[in-house]
């Protein structure tokens, strides 16, 4: 079946670094792929989402390619900010069956 | 401002007790989904709904959860009887209608359950 891999964390960073989340995906056809955020205590919210390949998504300083020849959406933000603490997790979509499929979630603490 | 809402937030029950958990979908979305999260698991789609109908409960343990639809307004999740492997938190998720080629999802802000 479809299934996310996502880098494992937890990633700590120092204000105004560069993040990188390696996410890799396996699907029988062409899933839409999406990157989600999770805020302690809260849900997951939508941070950005790509349909087809060589798409980009961006949100918030965020960005994300759909590399289908790499089965590829890394998700990558040149400054963060401690604000971007939280939890981090690639998702797609198959288009057969719409079933939405997680990955393990990468843990982001982000230090003044 | 459109949201998913979950009822209770959190619940903390003796183990062998019923447990209901109720969420209402964004109106209009057509697709729900209801997913665990544990440390140890991470976040498992236990089933999903699109159009009330249930299109696939595998990943939820048959023998004391059940899931449901009895309209558009309104998606239970029940646990009979509770284990205190069943502590998670629980959240439910609406996607829009069908005819997108993608399901993007909203989550309501979960259920945290404790089975003593």
């Known amino acids: 079946g479809d299934s996310v891999t996502q880098m494992e964390g937890p990633v700590t960073l120092s204000e105004e670094a560069f993040l990188t989340i390696n996410c890799t995906y396996t699907?029988?056809?062409?899933?839409?792929l999406f990157w989600y955020v999770q805020y302690p205590g809260e849900g997951l919210q939508l941070l950005l989402k790509a349909t087809k390949a060589d798409d980009k998504g961006s949100n918030k300083g965020f960005e994300a390619t759909y590399r289908k020849e790499t089965t590829s959406f890394h998700l990558e933000k040149g400054s963060v900010q401690v604000s971007d603490s939280a939890v981090y997790f690639c998702a797609l979509s198959d288009r057969n069956d719409y079933k939405l499929s997680f990955g393990a979630g990468t843990t982001v603490t982000v230090r003044a | 401002d459109a949201r998913v809402t979950q009822t209770p937030r959190h619940k903390v029950t003796e183990m062998g007790q019923e447990v209901t958990m109720r969420c209402q979908p964004i109106?209009?979305?057509?697709?729900v989904f209801w997913y665990r999260q544990t440390m140890m698991q991470g976040l498992e789609l236990l089933a999903y709904f699109r159009n009330r109908a249930p299109l696939d409960d595998s990943g939820m343990p048959k023998d004391r959860f059940s899931a449901e639809m009895p309209d558009a307004t309104l998606a239970t999740l029940k646990i009979q009887p509770s284990e205190p492997r069943d502590s998670a938190v629980y959240f439910c998720?609406?996607?829009?209608?069908?005819?997108?080629?993608?399901?993007?999802?909203?989550f309501g802000q979960g259920t945290r359950l404790t089975v003593v």
């Open positions: 699907a029988t056809g062409y899933p839409s």
């Open positions: 109106l209009g979305h057509n697709t």
């Open positions: 998720a609406s996607g829009p209608r069908q005819g997108l080629s993608y399901t993007e999802a909203f």
